[in-house]
């Protein structure tokens, strides 16, 4: 299995994939879709894709915040691709980003089903248990090492 990660801006053929993965995985199982969502971020975040054959497996987003702090979100690996080691490719991907733009500290919202992953690849919890999009999530964080 060959996974490149690749940084992607809204005008390239592979956003439409991350839209519909974000969908598929991020919202249609809580009954919700993007349809109604302000989706402006997206022209300003930074958008990594996991691509395999062509075709888009993985994606997260970053969206800056204050000072030296970037945001991670809508991290998403396709049914039939969990458990490959894509998420945790996208999310070093992610870091290596991050550090190469200066940015010192990641910070995330952790579904609860989640957290173990993000866990597992040095992020730490720092909130109680809150609801967003209806299910539980916590805060977690790390900062990156230079
Ligand atoms: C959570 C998710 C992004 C993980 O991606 P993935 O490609 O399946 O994860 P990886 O294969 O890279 O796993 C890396 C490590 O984390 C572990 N892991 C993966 N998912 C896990 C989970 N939900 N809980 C605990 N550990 C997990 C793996 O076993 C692996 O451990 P190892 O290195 O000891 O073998 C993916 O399962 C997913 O998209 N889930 C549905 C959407 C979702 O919940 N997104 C997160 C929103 S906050």
Redesign the pocket.
């Known amino acids: 299995m060959s996974t490149t990660v690749k940084e992607i801006f809204i005008t390239d053929p592979e956003y439409g994939q991350v839209y519909e993965l974000r969908e598929e ?2 919202r249609k199982p809580l009954g919700l879709s993007l349809e109604n969502e302000d989706l402006s971020a997206d022209r300003t975040d930074h958008i990594l894709a996991a691509i395999n054959d062509g075709k888009v497996t ?1 994606c997260v987003m970053m969206q800056p915040r204050e000072g030296s702090t970037i945001k991670l979100r809508q ?3 396709a049914t039939g691709w ?7 490719l996208l999310v070093n991907a992610a870091e290596d980003l991050a550090r190469s733009k200066n940015y010192t500290h990641i910070i995330l919202h ?2 609860d ?2 957290e ?2 993000y866990k ?1 690849l040095g992020y730490k919890t720092t909130s109680d248990t809150f609801t967003e999009v209806g299910i539980p999530h916590v805060v977690m964080e790390k900062i990156l090492n230079p």
């Open positions: 995985l991020l993985g991290m998403a690996v969990q458990n490959k080691g894509i998420g945790r952790a579904r089903i989640a173990g992953f597992k």
